[in-house]
């Protein structure tokens, strides 16, 4: 439950943070953005592992850039839930995606466990 709790404000503060970069990516309020990261959460947690199966052979064939097109896709999903939320266009969406991915990413590295070292 804390590990996702975590991970929710990882992902509030990227999706933030795409809000003050990506323009094309807003929000109305801050309910909105607590909003859009558990939705983002629940999506990630359905329905990419699906789309990811589907679109493997496209992944492949892109060398993987073609994630970044499935994450900004996720993004708009959960745009399209929430009302409060707005991602403008595939670009806006994948630069929210880049974005996010970035704080995650980062915030991986910061976190205790989250580099193994032998």
């Known amino acids: 439950m804390i590990r996702f709790l975590v991970q929710a404000l990882v992902?509030?503060?990227g999706l933030w943070l795409s809000a003050q970069i990506v323009p094309g990516v807003d929000f109305t309020s801050t309910g909105s953005l607590i909003a859009a990261a558990i939705i983002l959460g629940?999506?990630?947690?359905?329905?990419?592992?699906?789309?990811?199966?589907v679109t493997f052979p496209?992944?492949?064939?892109t060398l993987g850039?073609?994630?970044?097109?499935?994450n900004a896709a996720m993004i708009g999903l959960t745009a399209m839930f929430l009302g409060g939320f707005e991602v403008i266009g595939l670009w806006?969406?994948?630069g929210a995606a880049?974005?996010?991915?970035?704080?995650?990413?980062?915030?991986?590295?910061?976190?205790?466990?989250?580099v193994k070292r032998d």
């Open 92 to 94: 806006a969406g994948v």
């Open 58 to 61: 496209i992944t492949v064939v």
């Open 65 to 70: 850039l073609f994630l970044l097109v499935v």
């Open 11 to 13: 992902t509030m503060l």
């Open 42 to 53: 629940l999506v990630n947690a359905v329905v990419r592992p699906i789309l990811v199966v």
């Open 98 to 114: 880049i974005v996010t991915g970035a704080v995650s990413w980062i915030a991986a590295l910061l976190s205790p466990d989250g």
